[in-house]
Each structure stands twice: as structure tokens, then as C-alpha cells.
């Protein structure tokens, strides 16, 4: 999965800085074999509600009998972790040892974890902590909108249903029981590597096309990410735009642009808006990238990792197109509204004064807050002419009439 545009994206297959064995380290990278789980509901499955924010499911979940903390239910999440947050930094971890994690360094291994839903405990897991002095994520707690992720410690035990129209995760002790409907369509995983991979065709410039593996992953949240020295026929569109940024691997750039067709289980979805990195996903394992919410947010989905299957439909807001950002900014979650993360340097956005760590308060007299920030961020790729942005930079508060232009 990542933030600031991207999916914040967890990995079990982290780099280790010495040899890999025993202890805490190798029960993460091994999937936490000796965790167990408590079943306490009395019916088969149970619901999680969940809410978006900047295009992650987030769900409440209590680590150590804790208060709910706000975690991204991502599936490309290998291994749960925490970030250092203000609701976190009370939980009094007990970190047995400092590792490296893609291109950050000091992330804490913690054992004898315990992670609870209503219902549900898994108990002696291996979690990951990420301190806020090294994070590359959040800068500090204004920026940190959630707490961490998790995504395999609960995806292999369970049968699980993501409803993204009701905004409920459902999961099942017993073996998924799909209708029979035409409508479901039962599509092979890998799930090897902890993470569910499956079989996509993508249509480039040229009529060129190639079967390609990608990470299915609800902790990214836009429509589908590639790394093009990975595909042997999908080069970058020559119509493009760049977006900086930062992640667990360190700074990257994104090229964004639009394939000429992208298939997923026989569902097409035409000139698909796509991010383009080749620093970032450089190391996906068996995949060469990665399909976020902006595409699985259509269908209804059940994972049954011990099957290997992934069962799709369309669901009642089933819809193809995809928009790309008219704006030219780069926007992530604060306190105050949103954090401006970078701003093109061509855009009219760049015209008006806006920067870095300029903070955005109002979209066209709409505030962004928790509640309301995917809606009001979504004014940015819409078909509108001109939006009155304002935002707080140092001491100054400014409001503008910004123009969006079509980028691609």
C-alpha cells in the first residue's frame, strides 16, 4: 500500500541485513506458523465495517486489548505492521530487535502480539513497528491518518468477502460457498508468497500485448501500478505525467498513463489509468506490479487463500472508465485538510504559489476532512472547467480559482 498517490505497500519479502533465521525475524517472513486464533462469534462469519480514506479500507482493530486503531485492510501486506502514532505510542511494545525494511531503516520486531476483532483473536504474532523518526510515510502525527496495515494474518486463516458498496469485510470459518451465478467468475491466486498474485492482460501502444502477473492489493488506491522494466511488451505511453515521492524503498518517480486495454478475469477496462515506477516496484517477487482499489472497488471479492481462488462479480457500481488528476497536485491526508506533496511544475497549481508542505483546507468550498476527503479529492480529476482552492502556507491563508487541465 502506500500513501502520497501510491499504495503503502507491505511486503513480507523484506530485505534482511544479515542471514535470516530464528527468532522474530523468521517467524514473520514465514507467514507467523505458530499463531493461533480463537473463534468467539457465535455464527459462521462475522462483519467488519469499514471506511475510506484516500482510497484505503480502513477497519478498526485492537492490538494488545488496545482501544480500536484505525488499520488499512491491505492484501498485499505480508506481515502486519504498526506505525508510531499518537493512538499507537501507548500500546508499550516490547520490540526484540531493529531490522531493515526496504529503504528504511530501524523498523521494530515485536513478538507475543495479540490482534482482535469483534469475534476474533489471533494471538503470538510477529509484528512489525515502524517509529516515526524513520518513517517515510508520515512526517509526524498531523500526517498519520492510520495505523498501520494488515492483511496475510487474517487473509489465510479465514474466507474473506470484501463488499466495497456496503462497506463491509465479512469473514467465513467454513470454505466459500459461491452460488451458482454466471455472474461470479472463480479466477485463480498465487498466494506463495503470503501476497495473492494473479494472471491480468494488458494492450499497450501499438496493439502490443502480454499476459503479466500482478499483486491483487486493497492497500493501494488507485487503479493499477507496472514496472515496465519488468513487462516484455508494455512500454511507457508516450503521453504521460511525472509524480515524485517517497515510500519504504526509498524516493521514486511515477510516470502516470493510460493503457489501451487491461483485462482482469474477463472484466475489460479500456484505457486504464496506470503508474508507471520502476524504483518503487522493483522488488514484487512473482509480480510485476500491482492492482489497487481504483479497479477491485467494482467488483464484489472473496479470497479463499487455502482454495487459491479469488471469486469476482461486477457489483451494482460497476464502472470501466477511470479518471486521472487534472490538478497537478499531489495531495495526502493532515489534520488540518490535506498536505500538498509535490506540485507539477507546469501546472496551474504551481501558477498560484502552491508547494510542498503548503497545507489545502478547501475544495471549492468543501472542506477535507476524514469524512469527506476521497469525495473533495475527487474534485480534482473531475470534468470541471476551474475549482476554488484554499490553503494555509506558514501563516497565510489563500484562495484561488485553479484550472484543471486534461494531463493525458
Not at 492483511?151 to 470484501?162: K, M, S
Not at 474477463?266 to 489497487?292: N, Q, S
Not at 497565510?396 to 494531463?407: A, F, G, I, K, Q
Amino acid at each position: 500500500m502506500n500513501l502520497r498517490t501510491v499504495a503503502l505497500m507491505i511486503v513480507a519479502s523484506f530485505a534482511c541485513a544479515e542471514p535470516c533465521a530464528g527468532g522474530a525475524l523468521q517467524n514473520v517472513q514465514q507467514g507467523n506458523p505458530q499463531a493461533q486464533h480463537v473463534w468467539h462469534a457465535h455464527d459462521a462469519s462475522i462483519a467488519v465495517p469499514f471506511e475510506w480514506h484516500d482510497g484505503h479500507v480502513v477497519i478498526g482493530v485492537r492490538i494488545n486489548d488496545s482501544a480500536p486503531l484505525r488499520l488499512a485492510f491491505d492484501t498485499g501486506a505480508g506481515a502486519t505492521v504498526l506505525f508510531e502514532t499518537q493512538r499507537t505510542r501507548g500500546l508499550r511494545l516490547q520490540a526484540e530487535r531493529q531490522i531493515p525494511i526496504g529503504g528504511s531503516a530501524g523498523v521494530d520486531l515485536v513478538n507475543d502480539a495479540k490482534l482482535s476483532l469483534d469475534g476474533i483473536d489471533v494471538t503470538r504474532l510477529t509484528i512489525l513497528h515502524v517509529p516515526l523518526r524513520n518513517s517515510p510515510i508520515f512526517a509526524n502525527d498531523d500526517e498519520a491518518y492510520f495505523d498501520g496495515a494488515v492483511g496475510y494474518d487474517l487473509l489465510h486463516r479465514f474466507v474473506t468477502e470484501i463488499d466495497y458498496v456496503n462497506q463491509v469485510i465479512r469473514f467465513s470459518k467454513g470454505p466459500a460457498t459461491v452460488a451458482a451465478d454466471e455472474a461470479w467468475r472463480i479466477v485463480p491466486i498465487d498466494v506463495a508468497g503470503r501476497v495473492p498474485v494473479i494472471s491480468v492482460q494488458l494492450q499497450g501502444a501499438r496493439a502490443r500485448s502480454e499476459s503479466v502477473r500482478l499483486l491483487v492489493d486493497s492497500g493501494a488506491p488507485a487503479y493499477a501500478y507496472l514496472n515496465p522494466d519488468l513487462t516484455k511488451r508494455i512500454a511507457v505511453p508516450a503521453r504521460n505525467y511525472l509524480t515524485r515521492g517517497r515510500s519504504f524503498n526509498g524516493p521514486y518517480e511515477r510516470v502516470t498513463a493510460r493503457l489501451a486495454a487491461f483485462s482482469l478475469g474477463g472484466f475489460e477496462f479500456p484505457g486504464l489509468v496506470t503508474h508507471f515506477d520502476r524504483t518503487d516496484f522493483k522488488d514484487l517477487g512473482r509480480a510485476v506490479g500491482l492492482i489497487g482499489n481504483g479497479v477491485l472497488r467494482n467488483f464484489d471479492l472473496i479470497f479463499d487463500y487455502r482454495a487459491g481462488t479469488l471469486a469476482m462479480r461486477r457489483n451494482a457500481r460497476f464502472d470501466a472508465t477511470s479518471e486521472a488528476d487534472r490538478s497537478g497536485i499531489d495531495l495526502q491526508p493532515h489534520r488540518l485538510g490535506a498536505i500538498v506533496r509535490s506540485v507539477a511544475a507546469d501546472s496551474t497549481a504551481a501558477k498560484l504559489g502552491l508547494k510542498p508542505g503548503d497545507v489545502v483546507t478547501d475544495i471549492d468550498g468543501r472542506s477535507l476532512q476524514s469524512d469527506t476527503f476521497d469525495a473533495v479529492k475527487e474534485l480534482l480529476s473531475s470534468d470541471r472547467q476551474t475549482l476554488t482552492v484554499c490553503w494555509r502556507s506558514q501563516n497565510e491563508r489563500s484562495c484561488e480559482p485553479l484550472s484543471l487541465v486534461d494531463r493525458l
